[in-house]
């Protein structure tokens, strides 16, 4: 295995119009594209499906809708057989899971038995995440707060990892750290050196276009990261909203109507080179509001 390369030999190489290699998150997928932009797939998020529905039928659901891949939580109540069943008969790729552990069993928790039940969980998780065919596991690295401070953060979330790294080895599926608003790894630069200080391709960065409108720019985010961009959640969010209304209702935007500046994005990521998945994390609904979700990706893809 390629180890990855430190972050100061990046640094020197010029973070920006650098061409980096395609996103390795796409290459084993079976599927066709005829888009030639950076963000080629549209997945979303299994618990945005607000429709009755057995598993099969939100899959064929999300086909129709124009989808190609379908995001699943872990832990989860749905019959491995059927999500299997489903996967193979709509052709519908399971990009890969999110953990939905780590935001009541934080890695950076005082309480090492916290700290396991986050561990065990994402081992697990890349494990599904494997007979799924998918190929990260989304996972929040920690939060910083009143009773854990940003250097304990930082170093129990990264000796946890390196509990997880044996078994994405294994399995071939990447650890894909998120952006969000957990005030930890709240800049680019330190988000990239997170990320080195593993020296591992096994895991890599899911980033959010929304999450960072908040408090910077994404194009300035993605150029930084680079190669270490595996994954993009396809979310938007408006400082007006924010100034206005509270920053928790800055998301309660449609895609495209915020301030994430897509075509920088798009323009960004080409530029570092990535081609392949964007995930939609907003609000869900019934087949109305997933048709609107999807055609709103298709016009933010060719910007």
Known sequence: MMKRRKFLER???????????????????PLQSNLTTPLKYKSLKWGMIDEDLSVMDKFKLVKDLGFHGIELDWPNELAEKEILEARDKTGLQIPGT??????????????????????DATIIALEKTKLYGGTTVLLVPGVVNKDVRYDQAWE?????????????????????????????????????????????????????????VRYGWPDQWIRILGDRIIKVDIKDYSRKKQTDEGIWEGFKVLLGDGDADWT??????AEVGYSGWGSAEVRGGDRVRLQEISERMDRLYSL
């Open 11 to 29: 640094s020197a190489m010029g973070l920006g119009g650098v061409v980096l290699a395609q996103s390795c998150a796409t290459a084993a997928l």
């Open 264 to 269: 920088n994005v798009n323009k960004a990521l």
């Open 156 to 212: 129990r979330s990264t000796a946890e990892i390196k509990k997880i790294l044996p078994t994405a080895e294994k399995t071939g599926v990447k650890i894909a750290i998120e952006n969000v608003w957990n005030n930890f790894l709240i800049s680019p630069m330190e988000a990239a050196q997170y990320i080195d200080q593993f020296d591992s391709d096994m895991i890599g960065w899911y980033f959010d276009v929304g999450n960072i």
């Open 98 to 119: 999110v953990n939905s552990v780590h935001w009541k069993q934080q890695l950076s928790n005082p309480d090492p038995a916290v700290r396991k039940s986050c561990v």
